[in-house]
């Protein structure tokens, strides 16, 4: 049985952030749909991460990956494409190592999947104390998704709560509705691996600022349609410092992102094939 393919791999992204990858492993170990495996895209952290992934191997019902480069600055892109190919599903969802999932997170990716189609899924933004806040028994009682312990922790009266409260055909109404077109996220996306192997992956020559996005334009580009899943597929993402969010690479990425719009290219040469 080691060796039959799942039908879902689960691409999370990290680097030197063990105490939120943690708590993001511990909500995979929640989910209701259990047919998957996870790959660490590991962008070049230290040896603690190596240590919580070595123990958590340990704890968890589901097969643990880890794909490891070298530090070489931020190069998530490069990792994703690494990680892509040390997939074994057919399937992908993409998710990073501060999304903790609801329950159901990989459940509704799978039931949606559909050929021609990619998912894009939403997110609720958690402030620094609550994301500090929440441990192993909160996403065991699903806590960090329920919103009467949000309040009663905290919550700013601005947070968004909509896509924790609504489920059923509230949640597929809302997906329709939205006026938030359907998009590539890194933090809740699903697609076919074949389509992306077919756009030939993420752009390497993209750093921070919208190398996500750009890999769901070209996918649209070849002809794959987004799916609007925001209200569905939900995780709740931990608040950190970006140290690696600069103005230059936010220019470069929108120059390369105007380009594949204006071309209508879904291939990159600087993707997975060299």
Not at 98 to 103: L, M, S, V
Not at 106 to 131: D, K, Q, R, T
Not at 160 to 178: A, E, I, M, R, Y
Request: aromatic share 10%; hydrophobic share 35%; proline share 3%.
């Amino acid at each position: 049985m080691e060796n039959v393919k799942p039908s879902i791999s689960v691409i999370i992204s990290t680097y030197n952030s063990e105490e939120w990858l943690e708590k993001v492993l511990w909500g995979f170990q929640q989910q209701s749909f259990k047919d998957f495996e996870v790959v660490i895209a590991d962008d070049g952290s230290g040896p603690r991460t190596k240590e919580l992934i070595r123990r958590m191997k340990d704890s968890v019902f589901y097969k643990i990956v880890h794909v490891w480069q070298e530090d070489e600055g931020f190069q998530k892109s490069k990792i994703l494409n690494k990680a892509l190919m040390g997939c074994s599903a057919d399937y992908i969802i993409m998710t990073d190592g501060d999304c903790i999932p609801r329950n159901d997170f990989v459940a509704v990716h799978h039931l949606n999947s559909a050929p021609g189609f990619y998912i894009s899924g939403g997110y609720c933004m958690l402030p620094i104390h609550i994301s500090k806040l929440i441990d192993k028994e909160d996403i065991e009682k699903q806590n960090c998704f329920n919103i009467h312990w949000l309040k009663s922790n905290g919550i700013p009266k601005k947070f968004k709560k909509s896509k924790l409260t609504v489920k059923g055909h509230v949640s597929k109404f809302l997906n329709s509705f939205t006026p938030t077109n359907a998009s590539w996220n890194g933090h809740n996306s699903s697609g076919w691996k074949s389509d992306i192997l077919k756009v030939n992956g993420f752009d390497e020559r993209m750093q921070y600022g919208g190398q996500d996005r750009e890999l769901g334009e070209r996918l649209m580009n070849s002809g794959i349609k987004g799916k609007q899943l925001r209200y569905s597929a939900v995780c709740v993402h931990l608040d950190h410092k970006r140290s690696y969010r600069t103005l230059e690479s936010i220019a470069k990425n929108k120059v390369i992102r105007r380009a594949v719009k204006t071309s209508k290219c879904s291939w990159t040469p600087y993707g997975i094939a060299k």
